[in-house]
Structure formats: structure tokens, C-alpha cells
Nanobody, 126 residues
């Protein structure tokens, strides 16, 4: 059974930090890249970041560059998103998802992903 399980969300004040983790199982981790998306109420799902399991290349949305860092522990099939200097506009439900490595150039398109986690709430208060 394929599973992607997010953890680490919560409530934080503006300027603070949170670390999200995504634990993956049930598929060949090395054949996929793992991305993070977020969706705020009334807004479209937005690609935040992505990391290739095969070569460690990373990708970020302009809105989070310099503040968020994605990393992968292939031995544990786990991806972490370190979020610093959080802003109220970062408030959303965050999802991790798996995209086949050959589709990595399409990482910002949620339709390209095969598997999704259940999502976790991140709330940044002003």
C-alpha cells in the first residue's frame, strides 16, 4: 500500500520556523521525486518545492526561495521541508506528493503526481 504521511505542521508566529516531514512507503522511492504543495482556502494548489531522489536536485517556488529548504534522506524514504521566516501568507494545508523522476520538469503541476499525502495544516499568525 502506497503511503505518504506528513507531520510537523502547527501554529507559529510570523518570523518563526516549522519543519515538515513526509514519510514515504509502498513504492520505489528512488524512482520518484517528492514535492510539496500547499492550498489556502479559496486558492489554487501551489507547488512549493521538489527534490529529486536520484540526484538531489532541488526546486523552489519564487515565493519561498531563500526561506524554505527541502532535503531528502533516501535511507529512510523521508523528505523534510524546513520553513523559516514564515509569513501569514504561508498559511495553508501542505501536502507532499510523489512524481515519477522522468516528469520532474513538470514538478509545479499537481496533475503530474501519482501519489499524495493527506495534508497537514500550517498556520502563521501575524
Amino acid at each position: 500500500e502506497v503511503q505518504l504521511v506528513e507531520s510537523g505542521g502547527g501554529l507559529v508566529q510570523a518570523g518563526g520556523s516549522l519543519r515538515l516531514s513526509c514519510a514515504a512507503s509502498g513504492f520505489t522511492f528512488d524512482d520518484y521525486a517528492i514535492g510539496w504543495f500547499r492550498q489556502a482556502p479559496g486558492k489554487e494548489r501551489e507547488g512549493v518545492s521538489c527534490i529529486s531522489s536520484s540526484d538531489g536536485s532541488t526546486y523552489y517556488a519564487d515565493s519561498v526561495k531563500g526561506r524554505f529548504t527541502i532535503s531528502s534522506d533516501n535511507a529512510k524514504n523521508m523528505v523534510t521541508l524546513q520553513m523559516n521566516s514564515l509569513k501569514p501568507e504561508d498559511t495553508a494545508v501542505y501536502y507532499c506528493a510523489a512524481i515519477p523522476s522522468e516528469l520532474l520538469s513538470l514538478w509545479v503541476l499537481w496533475e503530474s503526481y501519482d501519489y499524495w499525502g493527506q495534508g497537514i495544516q500550517v498556520t502563521v499568525s501575524s
